[in-house]
């Protein structure tokens, strides 16, 4: 995965977000991630998974709040291989990096 924005490409941390993931944690995830490295992705396939990836980002703002740090989130959709690799699904990516101050 390829960092967008500041023009130098990176690797992004990419977490896979299941429907049984725990918000909290992930939200701990995303703050950390967030901290050391300035962006991450999350990646989810179906409804549950993109409902707990959302409440995480939710929780992470809060968490990041206190340094002086918000997150903007860019969903996505992008292909990715099936279980059984001999075909692809769709999973919705979210790109999740720090806002410019006062935007």
């Keep these: 995965m390829l960092q967008r924005g500041q023009g130098v490409a990176e690797e992004v941390k990419v977490l896979r977000v299941g ?32 409902n707990q990836a959302f409440k995480a980002i939710a929780i992470a703002r809060g968490f990041l709040a206190p340094s002086g740090i918000d997150i903007i989130a860019r969903p996505s959709f992008r292909p990715v291989p099936n279980d059984t690799g001999t075909g692809e699904i769709t999973a919705i990516a979210t790109f999740l990096e720090p806002t410019e101050p006062g935007g």
């Design 19 to 50: 429907a049984k993931t725990n918000p909290n944690a992930l939200a701990g995830a995303i703050a950390g991630v967030v901290r050391e490295k300035g962006a991450c992705e999350l990646q989810t396939i179906g409804a549950g998974a993109v």
